[in-house]
């Protein structure tokens, strides 16, 4: 990633230094530097203050990859994204949805077990001359994908696990 840091450092009050932070400091800085240059729904998604809220229902972080589908109509290849929400923090699941798909690459495990195949850390959109590109750092693994615009689209979900 660019801007995200995966990798942060931060200081407490108390002056001592927690290294392996994540952080999207850099990027929400500089998202207005380039916010016009993202496609509509891009922006949409990126600009959303709840998009980077870690303690919102609406935050990626955390979000279980679910499904992986393509389809091409009129010669155009899109890409959908389906993620599962965490019943201790969404109440949502997030549905993303690539038109005009020129490039993606995947990196990402196999289920095992009764873990979740990937786990969202955080996501980037930049802007790209195809229109933009999306990376999403997994536990463990990435997606990118390089698309004309996207959507992402919250849907209600049932949590029966819910405290």
């Known amino acids: 990633m660019k801007y995200v840091d995966l990798d942060a450092s931060?200081?407490?009050?108390?002056?001592?230094?927690?290294?392996?932070?994540i952080s999207p400091v850099e990027y929400l800085k500089r998202?207005?530097?380039?916010a016009d240059a993202l496609p509509a729904g891009a922006r949409t998604f990126a600009a959303d203050p709840q998009h980077y809220d870690f303690h919102g229902p609406r935050c990626v972080k955390d979000l279980n990859l679910e499904r992986i589908s393509f389809d091409k109509t009129d010669g155009e290849t899109s890409m959908e994204l389906m993620f599962r929400h965490n019943c201790w923090k969404h109440e949502e699941d997030l549905i993303i949805r690539y038109e005009g798909v020129s490039d993606y690459g995947l990196d990402i495990a196999a289920p095992s077990g009764i873990e979740p195949r990937s786990v969202v850390i955080l996501d980037e959109i930049l802007p790209?001359?195809?229109?933009?590109?999306?990376?999403?750092?997994?536990?463990?693994?990435?997606?990118t994908v390089v698309c004309r615009d996207l959507t992402a689209t919250w849907v209600e979900a049932d949590c029966p696990d819910k405290p």
């Not at 998202?31 to 380039?34: H, I, K, S, V």
Request: proline fraction near 12%.
């Open 10 to 21: 931060m200081t407490l009050p108390g002056g001592e230094v927690i290294d392996g932070v």
């Open 128 to 143: 790209h001359p195809d229109g933009c590109s999306h990376e999403i750092a997994l536990r463990p693994g990435a997606i």
């Open 31 to 34: 998202l207005p530097e380039f």
